[in-house]
């Protein structure tokens, strides 16, 4: 199609509006309403202003094309199949085991960059990928974010939205399907075009209000934000769910169903049509950014020397951006305190400044992966707690990142149970394909570091405030589901197994308890995910007792990990779990990790009262 007119621009909506119906109805399942709804908009958009190779999806000119509203995924696979990249065959096999064509987009497909559904995702994801253009690449490829009007009541599309106006993305445009019905009814704002432009209006955004069926007035929108200057756009565009069917049509009660006369409704929309449609070619631009493979230095501790975890971290992300173009950096505001402001004095242009938006970091995180950066974002660990469904979302995306919480557990000390991360453990251990690591000393922190650029999926890092010895020189090499045996001997009587600041704890214990003749073994389980087995399964057959000591919750973290490694039918040993119980309170790092009964002194009781010979004091 040469410039279709505005005749064929409606019929080739008509065209993905009988697809999607046709899609649901093959499943019995899916939201053919949904699709119908932002049909008009997806053929414009298709035929006039994507810039995309669809032969080459890593095209670094490539627009690039997100259906926040996931579950309009027919109307998605109804554009693939107007394109040539998906035949009428396939189509059909949506929904069904083993299709590509999911109920909601997945990267299984080679031009969905992201995996959406869980609402409200898409535009933050988006910022990531427009910050990545303007700042980084500056490549001439806009971002499109298709959006539901139910979405738009979700906070992260607010921090989403602040975030692109402050960064004056004006190569990024969100497109909101305004069709007025939501899940159960109606929204909260119905086709109030207005409510939706005075509250983007008001934080800086450029707004254009349309009817979201006259494709005149979509095609002169689209080219309005592809001009509009120093602003992100969003179209807010008038529906009707369900459009062009009267059965449903602008009516409650058929969201997330196939159609109830699938043949009736494509005999209405004028029945199966075949339009091929041929997308603008991406503009030239330079390939992405790769990792150069420039050499590594971390940074070297000295034996003895106390450092904290997070010094440790800032020092070695700083060192990782010096030998890798293509690292960055995100922050949450409190760069300072995880020592990202490290990496942001040796690499500005680099660092990436969030806010206090933990679901935006996040979100600009996944972004980032997309363009072929390694992203590091990094706040508190508590308050990564907050962006839960983002890194849930970003392992169902196959997404590369790495988080890393700081100030984690009681023995942050004063700041109080509201400062301090002790689910977090528990949260990433749960994701897919995750790795979780919590190293003890500095040494051992940079090479985790350097390992976790290297993985794959999300890693998470916890660090800790306060200083801690240096325990391992600076060439210990540490990999991804190992552990440290720290001290072992044949008269050993049961096993502590520790991480971060509680190794120091268990290794002040065995001191205590070599006094009174009670032998015992320590590990570092710095790897809490994968979790060394085959060491836990060794000191579990010689010493019969395992004990687990955390600045974590005893539920998901290290008890559980350990606990696990004995999950496969063997003989379980004696396991004992010290661990954080109570709700803490302000008090001092040291009081704190004694309140907890995760200090020296409570370890070496408990060792006490495992090997019976408790004393009576």
């Known amino acids: 199609m040469q410039r279709e007119s505005a005749l064929e621009l409606a019929d080739l909506g008509q065209q993905l509006r009988v697809d999607a119906v046709r899609a649901a109805a093959a499943a019995n399942s899916g939201h053919p309403t949904s699709s119908m709804s ?27 094309l997100i259906f926040s509203k996931g579950h309009a995924s027919p109307l998605l696979y109804a554009m693939y199949r107007a394109v040539g990249v998906v035949d009428d065959e396939q189509l059909l ?3 069904r085991r083993d299709s590509l064509l999911e109920g909601h987009p997945t990267p299984r497909l080679p031009w969905v960059d992201v995996a959406t559904g869980s609402l409200g995702q898409g535009l933050p994801v988006g ?10 690449e ?28 402050y960064e004056h993305l004006d190569n ?35 707004t254009i209000e349309i009817d979201g069926h006259d494709v005149d007035a979509v095609d002169a929108a689209f080219a309005e934000a592809a001009s509009t200057v120093a602003q992100p756009t969003a179209i807010i565009a008038r529906t009707h769910k369900g459009r062009g069917v009267a059965r ?77 173009e293509d690292v960055v950096a995100l922050d949450g505001e409190v760069g300072d305190s995880t020592r990202t402001e490290f990496f942001a004095k040796d690499h500005p242009e680099r660092y990436f400044e969030c806010y206090i938006a933990e679901q935006q970091l996040v979100a600009a995180a996944v972004g980032f992966q997309t363009r072929g950066y390694l992203p590091f974002a990094s706040t508190f660990a508590a308050f990564l707690t907050r962006a839960h469904d983002f890194v849930r979302m970003a392992a169902v995306s196959r997404a590369d990142i790495n988080l890393v919480g700081s100030h984690a557990g009681v023995s942050i000390g004063q700041d109080g149970p509201s400062q301090m991360g002790l689910e977090d453990l528990a949260m990433f251990r749960s994701v897919h394909g995750s790795t979780v690591l919590y190293p003890c000393d500095a040494n051992q922190t940079a090479q985790l570091v350097a390992a976790m650029a290297e993985l794959e999926g999300v890693r998470y890092l916890r660090t800790g405030r306060g200083e801690a010895p240096v325990i391992y020189g600076p060439d210990e090499e540490f990999r991804p589901g190992g552990s440290k045996v720290l001290r072992s001997t044949d008269q050993d009587r049961l096993t502590v197994v520790a991480a971060g600041v509680t190794v120091h704890e ?21 790897s809490v995910k994968p979790v060394d087995a085959d060491t836990l399964r060794a000191a579990a057959e010689a010493t019969g007792c395992l004990v687990t000591v955390e600045d974590h919750r005893v539920e998901g973290g290290i008890g559980d990990a350990v606990a696990e490694a004995f999950a496969d039918g063997r003989p379980v040993p004696r396991l004992v779990r010290l661990g954080v119980r109570d709700m803490p309170a302000s008090a001092s790092p040291e009081e704190q990790l004694h309140l907890a009964g995760i200090d020296a002194e409570s370890i070496a009781a408990a060792v006490r009262l495992l090997v019976e010979r408790a004393v009576v004091r």
């Open 38 to 64: 932002a049909a008009d908009l997806a053929a414009v958009l298709l035929a006039r202003h994507l810039r995309y190779d669809f032969a080459q999806p890593d095209h670094p000119g490539n627009d690039r």
């Open 93 to 95: 096999t949506f929904r």
């Open 127 to 136: 910022v990531g990928m427009a910050l990545a253009g303007k700042r980084l």
């Open 138 to 165: 500056q490549a001439p490829y806009r971002v499109w974010v298709l959006s539901g009007d139910s979405e738009m009541a979700e906070g992260s599309v607010w921090e989403a939205v602040e975030h692109a106006a």
């Open 172 to 206: 990024l445009t969100l497109i909101i399907d305004v069709n007025r019905l939501g899940q159960r009814g109606p929204t909260r704002h119905g086709w109030d075009l207005d409510a939706y432009a005075r509250r983007l209006q008001a934080f800086g955004w450029h």
């Open 248 to 324: 449903v049509e602008d009516q409650e009660g058929q969201h997330g169903k196939p159609l109830p006369d699938a043949d009736a409704a494509i005999e209405e929309l004028g029945g199966p049509r075949f339009v091929r449609v041929e997308v603008t070619p991406p503009p030239t631009a330079r390939p992405r950014r790769t990792a150069d493979g420039g050499h590594l230095e971390l940074p070297r501790f000295d034996l003895g020397d106390s450092v904290a975890t997070r010094d440790a971290y800032g020092q070695a992300l700083a060192a990782l951006g010096s030998a890798r």
């Open 506 to 526: 268990a290794l002040r214990a065995g001191a205590l308890l070599d006094r009174e003749g009670i032998a015992v073994r320590i590990i570092d389980l710095y």
